[in-house]
């Protein structure tokens, strides 16, 4: 899993300090609210969480612009880091829908056509 869309990156478009909360609500798919709140807590209970943040701030790149083409890819590639095995099934399963519906178009133009019908046996 080498894509740059698997990639963990510091979201400075939506952002409020250096983008890490953004970056780990977008490489998550959870509400960047809920990220940051969780941080807060961590933060202040511990201690430790605000030098973790300014080392990811530090150490890891900023989002590429052109990412994603649109919401629909971002929310398939959260899922892909999420969990890689269910989104193949998802999409294994997308193709075999697809294959269903298209016997099933190619059903009723043979059936409906008899001088199609004709010319696929004879190719038989």
Not at 70 to 94: C, H, I, L, M, N
Request: some cysteine.
């Amino acid at each position: 899993m080498n894509s740059p869309r698997t990639r963990f990156y510091r979201d400075k478009v939506n952002g409020k300090v250096m983008g890490v909360c953004a970056g780990i609500a977008d490489y998550t798919g959870v509400d960047a609210l809920w990220i940051r709140l969780g941080f807060l807590v961590l933060a202040f209970s511990m201690g430790w969480p605000f030098f973790a943040y300014f080392v990811l701030g530090f150490l890891t790149d900023k989002k590429p612009g052109n990412l994603y083409s649109d919401r629909q890819e971002q929310k398939f590639w959260q899922g892909v880091r999420q969990s890689p095995a269910r989104t193949a099934r998802e999409v294994r399963a997308s193709f075999r829908d697809i294959d269903r519906r298209l016997a099933e178009v190619e059903n009723y133009y043979v059936n409906s056509n008899p001088r199609l019908s004709a010319e696929i046996e004879k190719l038989r």
